[in-house]
């Protein structure tokens, strides 16, 4: 059950309106008919939920360094979260709540980490790198979100927006013109999903109070 006008929620709400507000009624309609099409294209039926087994990966963080999700695995649960990229207000509204609560994953031994199809170069500046306390992984190709099931085609409309507005396909290193759900796992330390946020809209986010609720239930 998803908390609904929670703290992430009333935070992004400002952003929702502020994006209709600036568009133009057909460049809404483009984004929501792209919404729809994610809605209506298997991604979310087709992504692995709570019970499956999370494939381990390995990827460079902001710094280059290798990261192992079942190495991370063996220090406590991890929080893995997409984050589609620094173009996208509300991943970045999103990551910066993230940080902001970091510290109530911790009580439970957890870490964050953040996957983003950004090249490294894109995906943060250099003073994010050094701020961050948590692992934001580049996820080159989307090749870990392949392995999850959540990535989609955007429609066409909205990638020659994109594409037009900040180039997509430079910060993406390909024309694949593919993103991830900004989807959310919480992963127990024998890798086995025990919350999944999935939407076809990247306007909603999971909730924090529905993470640490995950993450109290796992040390019970």
Request: negative net charge; glycine residues 6%; hydrophobic residues 35%.
């Amino acid at each position: 059950m998803e908390t609904k006008n929670g703290a992430l929620d009333r935070i992004l709400e400002p952003q929702r309106k502020a994006g209709i507000a600036k568009f133009t009624a057909e460049k809404n309609k483009i984004y929501n008919d792209g919404i729809e099409s994610v809605a209506n294209s298997g991604v979310l039926e087709n992504a692995l939920n709570i019970g499956d087994k999370a494939p381990n990966f390995e990827l460079k963080n902001a710094l280059n360094q290798s990261i192992s999700l079942y190495n991370e695995l063996e220090k406590g649960p991890i929080v893995l979260t997409w984050y589609r990229g620094g173009w996208c207000p509300y991943c970045n509204i999103t990551l910066h709540y993230l940080q902001e609560i970091l510290p109530e994953f911790e009580k439970f031994n957890a870490q964050l980490i953040a996957l983003t199809p950004e090249l490294p170069d894109n995906s943060l500046n250099t003073a994010e790198k050094n701020n961050l306390k948590f692992n934001v992984l580049s996820d080159i190709g989307n090749t870990v979100g392949k392995a999850y099931g959540v990535v989609y085609q955007l429609t066409d409309d909205v990638a020659a927006i994109y594409e037009a507005g900040f180039k997509l396909s430079e910060k993406n290193g390909d024309h694949s013109n593919e993103l991830p759900l900004a989807a959310t796992y919480v992963i127990d330390q024998k890798g086995i999903i025990q919350y999944a946020f999935l939407d076809a809209d990247y306007k909603e986010r999971a909730e924090g109070t529905d993470i640490l609720s995950t993450l109290k239930h796992l040390k019970a």
